[in-house]
């Protein structure tokens, strides 16, 4: 049973370019919440997906958009990047029936120079 | 709005010493879920274990301990007998219903020497 997956694992872009990170849940999962983790930091929620929609977003900018596909895997697109969207960018898969119990994947490390 | 707090930066401990990790949290919510997650080098954020917010029974799960209380907002992690390989970033987080999201906090550096 394939867990969460992510890819890229490392990726270097260049300030005012765009990027996308792509995501698959947990096999039986159909919800999918990305957080990003600065340096030193603990996770902060950017959005959730359910049902193709978003669901739940956090204090995030519009330069953050994301999108989740009929199979419930998930693209988080970050345009016009600037050097603080350098982070560890983990995606977490859970069910519908229980939004509590997020599996996390093993994440995607994006350097901004 | 929903807080974590981490008072502890970096512990350093040598094996086989116990050590506990502080989490105290904020919220107005009646119903939540708190957590500890660890984090290795690697990245991959891995469940050690959830407590709703009605179920205040500490447990004990081989070398791990967790204190839950209500009247302190707190949910402390013990490690009993370190070891090496517990060296890792551990996160204590609070889920509430209405918002299906975690709050994080900043995280504690655990250091286990040999």
């Known amino acids: 049973d394939a867990g969460v997956t992510q890819s890229p694992t490392h990726l270097i872009k260049t300030r005012g370019q765009q990027v996308t990170l792509r995501c698959s849940p947990k096999?039986?999962?159909?919800?999918v919440s990305w957080y990003q983790q600065a340096l030193g930091q603990g996770p902060q929620f950017i959005f959730q997906?359910?049902?193709?929609?978003?669901?739940q977003r956090g204090n995030f900018p519009d330069r953050f958009s994301g999108h989740q596909f009929p199979n419930y895997s998930s693209e988080l697109n970050v345009n016009a990047l600037l050097l603080g969207d350098s982070a560890l960018y983990l995606c977490?898969?859970?069910?519908?029936?229980?939004?509590?119990?997020?599996?996390f994947g093993p994440g995607t490390r994006l350097t901004v120079t | 709005a929903q807080k974590v707090t981490q008072a502890q930066t970096e512990i350093s401990v040598v094996e086989k010493e116990d050590v506990t990790l502080d989490c105290v949290y904020e919220?107005?919510?009646?119903?939540?879920?708190l957590f500890w997650y660890k984090q290795p080098p690697s990245g991959e954020l891995v469940f050690l274990i959830r407590r709703n917010s009605f179920d205040e029974q500490n447990e004990i799960s081989g070398r791990y301990s967790w204190n839950f209380q209500k009247s302190t907002s707190s949910f402390n992690f013990t490690i009993t007998a370190s070891q090496v390989v517990d060296s890792a970033v551990y996160f204590c987080a609070l889920y509430l219903s209405g918002y299906s999201t975690l709050t994080f906090g900043k995280g504690t550096m655990l250091l286990v020497s040999p």
């Open positions: 919220t107005r919510d009646t119903t939540y879920y």
């Open positions: 997906y359910y049902e193709e929609e978003e669901r």
């Open positions: 977490a898969s859970s069910s519908g029936a229980v939004f509590y119990e997020q599996y």
């Open positions: 096999s039986g999962h159909d919800t």
